[in-house]
């Protein structure tokens, strides 16, 4: 059963350029959450999805950011017109349906996002 | 909504010290607690998780947990720290409201062992 992955590992933009950075969940999760981590700081939440539903995006940046988690293929992070202070890990979790009966979430590796 | 904080930004100890790394949360109600490690480089790993039941947890690598309710703490502990131990460490709270159960990170403690 291969783990949450994320892709690219590593993404370089141009200051104006658009990121977007995939998120595949583990087999038989179908909730997603993106975390984002900057330079010597902990991990801060951004954007809950479940498939084809955002639940809670109370950590996005009101503009530029979006997310979406379609009933096929990956969850996506999309960051329009990246800026320097963009730059950061961005990491993606996964849990199972049933959240509330206790699981716990599941990270990928991140992809790191630098904007020059 | 919930809270996490880890007062311990840096931690150095000489390997076999004793590791005491301290987290508290706020949120009156339910809750499910965890303890993640961050290698250098490496994505997030669980170290141990509190869901209910007896209150002190053992992890991985010889990592044990303390849930102490009444203090809404959830202290990291190990008896005799390795040099590989170096690592971040992040405490999480998940606050069960059923529907929108999004995890809440603490700042994370840096632990630097010396050989």
């Known amino acids: 059963n291969a783990g949450v992955m994320q892709n690219p590992r590593h993404l370089v933009r141009r200051r104006g350029q658009e990121a977007r950075l995939r998120c595949s969940p583990m087999?038989?999760?179908?909730?997603v959450y993106w975390y984002r981590q900057l330079p010597e700081e902990g991990l801060k939440f951004m954007v809950y999805?479940?498939?084809?539903?955002?639940?809670?995006e109370s950590g996005m940046p009101k503009e530029r950011f979006s997310a979406e988690f379609p009933k096929e293929g990956p969850s996506i992070l999309r960051i329009q017109q990246v800026v320097r202070g963009d730059s950061a890990a961005y990491f993606c979790?996964?849990?199972?349906?049933?959240?509330?009966?206790?699981?716990?979430?599941?990270f990928g590796q991140g992809t790191r996002l630098t904007v020059v | 909504a919930q809270s996490v904080s880890q007062h311990n930004h840096h931690v150095i100890l000489s390997e076999a010290a004793s590791l005491e790394l301290g987290c508290n949360y706020s949120?009156?109600?339910?809750?499910?607690l965890f303890w993640y490690v961050q290698y250098p480089g490496q994505h997030l790993q669980l170290l141990l998780k509190?869901?209910?039941?007896?209150?002190l947890v053992k992890g991985i690598k010889g990592f044990e947990a303390e849930f102490i309710k009444s203090k809404f703490s959830f202290n990291l502990r190990k008896p005799s720290v390795q040099w590989s131990d170096t690592a971040e460490y992040f405490c999480?709270?998940?606050?069960?409201?059923?529907?929108?159960?999004?995890?809440?990170f603490g700042t994370g403690t840096r632990l630097t062992i010396i050989p």
């Open positions: 999805l479940q498939k084809e539903n955002i639940i809670d």
């Open positions: 509190y869901f209910s039941g007896d209150p």
């Open positions: 979790a996964s849990s199972p349906q049933d959240r509330g009966s206790n699981t716990e979430a599941f």
């Open positions: 999480a709270v998940n606050a069960l409201n059923f529907g929108n159960e999004k995890l809440t």
């Open positions: 087999k038989g999760h179908s909730h």
């Open positions: 949120y009156g109600g339910t809750v499910n």
